[in-house]
């Protein structure tokens, strides 16, 4: 399984941005796929998940009201719209996919990792 992120770039504050995933491989076997993210010095940050089977997405308190994250199953693609961007959302952006945790919130249950894609949000 190989997944590819991108979409990142440099917007201001309250610009918005959409990152796409695109997954290949054995996808059939994914329960979920999500969003994280790491800044400089902090460690890899839960963003948003949504399960691949039904609709049950979930969010960080930090972005719920701001971003919205979809998926397209027969693209083996998943989405995060990010509206109203702020500064402190500046980060590298990974997707990830996990085989049984569906919207799930947990780094460590996530098997596969993209690349990751600069988001970088000036004041």
């Known amino acids: 399984v190989q997944l590819q992120a991108y979409g990142g770039g440099l917007v201001q504050t309250g610009d918005s941005l959409r990152l796409s995933c695109i997954a290949s491989?054995?996808?059939?076997?994914?329960?979920?796929m999500g969003w994280f993210r790491q800044a400089p010095g902090k460690d890899r940050e839960f963003v948003a998940a949504v399960a691949w089977s039904g609709s049950s997405t979930y969010y960080a308190d930090s972005v719920r009201s701001r971003f919205t994250i979809s998926k397209d199953i027969a693209k083996n693609s998943m989405y995060l719209q990010m509206n109203n961007l702020k500064p402190e959302d500046t980060a590298v952006y990974y997707c990830?996919?996990?085989?049984?945790?569906?919207?799930?919130?947990?780094?460590?249950?996530?098997?596969?990792w993209g690349q990751g894609t600069q988001v970088t949000v000036s004041s």
């Open positions: 990830a996919a996990n085989l049984g945790a569906g919207a799930s919130g947990y780094r460590t249950g996530y098997a596969y």
């Open positions: 491989g054995r996808t059939a076997g994914f329960a979920g």
